[in-house]
């Protein structure tokens, strides 16, 4: 079958993408390793337009019963190894389990966790090590915990943390917490928390579980007893497989205003982007973009 639009990633770009398209009669597939993308993994989301207050997971639950009410190929756990050119101006999406074509692509895969690439990071994943306070932050309570990293990854993870474990360390690489001025007054007055700036985690320690870093600041070395170890210093594009199309530094595909890439026919949306903010409802903003594109490339080719 040859489709009239992929789309690549069911987080807020893709599903909304997804919906906008098919509501413009498009036949269209949906190939994605997971739905609801780093929303689903978020804590507190405040001020998406409809929702003062509306939790991460609620909302990408709310996505996701939006996308089902319509009748959309969705090919979930499957991950996209590579886009190509094919035969009389199609495109190729060729994942780990099957091969696709189609007339237009969008990609909206979104970012994942940066690691650290310490010892211990490996051996103690799953283990007290996690990047994922909205999921194992229960797992931690009353527990003696760190966070590594200062932007707003770490200060909704700490927000999170805070009212679940005995103690919460901050461990911020630079002079002062960045991020979200609201969210870092809130972290800063809670009582259990402690904030460790110019300070540089060195290794993760443990035997079975984790039991303590290694940090470095003011050039010595000093181990932190802790009990569980949350890395939120960012997040990094899924691209790789996006050979095909043009991309900055940091890995983002670039886009114009109308969501094109430098491939006719293929589209991005979202924070795998070189969008300016990466917000949940600018993804989704993008997202319903980069489906009109697409549909109006479809009719003038057409």
């Known amino acids: 079958m040859v489709y009239d639009l992929i789309v690549i990633g ?5 599903i909304t993408a997804s919906i906008y398209a098919v509501r413009k009669g498009l036949r269209i597939l949906v190939v994605t390793k997971d739905i609801g993308g780093q929303a689903a993994i978020s804590g507190d989301v405040e001020n998406y337009t409809g929702y003062q207050f509306i939790s991460g997971p609620e909302l990408a639950a709310k996505f996701e019963e ?14 996209v190894v590579s886009i190509n050119k094919a035969q009389d101006g199609l495109f190729g999406v060729k994942t780990e389990r099957d091969n696709y074509i189609s007339k237009t692509i ?27 306070a909205t999921c194992d932050g229960p797992l931690f309570r009353g527990k003696i915990v760190s966070i590594i990293g200062g932007g707003n990854s770490a200060l909704d993870a700490a927000l ?17 917490l960045g991020g979200d001025v609201v969210m870092r007054q809130k972290v800063v007055s809670a009582k259990n928390v ?11 320690l443990g035997d079975k579980l984790v039991n303590g870093i290694r940090i470095k600041k003011d050039n010595k070395e000093e181990d932190v007893a ?11 594009p899924n691209s790789e497989f996006a050979g095909l199309v043009e991309k900055n530094e940091l890995g983002e595909i670039k886009i114009d205003s109308y969501n094109r890439t430098n491939i006719h026919g293929v589209f991005a949306a979202g924070d795998v982007t070189d969008v300016l903010e990466k917000q949940i409802i600018i993804a989704a903003g993008e997202g319903s973009k980069a489906a009109l594109s697409a549909f109006r490339y479809l009719a003038e080719k057409e």
């Not at 939006?66 to 991950?79: C, M, T, V, W, Y």
């Not at 999170?160 to 002062?176: E, M």
Request: proline residues 2%; positive net charge; aromatic residues 6%.
């Open 194 to 204: 402690t904030i460790l700036n110019n300070a540089q985690v060195s290794a993760i």
């Open 226 to 236: 802790v009990e569980g170890v949350f890395v939120e210093i960012g997040l990094i």
């Open 106 to 132: 969008i990609i909206a895969s979104g970012k994942r966790s940066r690691e650290l690439k310490v010892p211990g990071e490996k051996e103690f994943r799953n283990k007290g090590l996690t990047y994922c």
């Open 66 to 79: 939006h996308l089902h009410k319509f009748n959309i190929n969705l090919q979930e756990s499957e991950a």
């Open 160 to 176: 999170q943390l805070i009212n679940i474990a005995q103690h919460v360390y901050i461990i911020n690489n630079t002079s002062n």
């Open 10 to 14: 069911a987080g807020p770009a893709g």
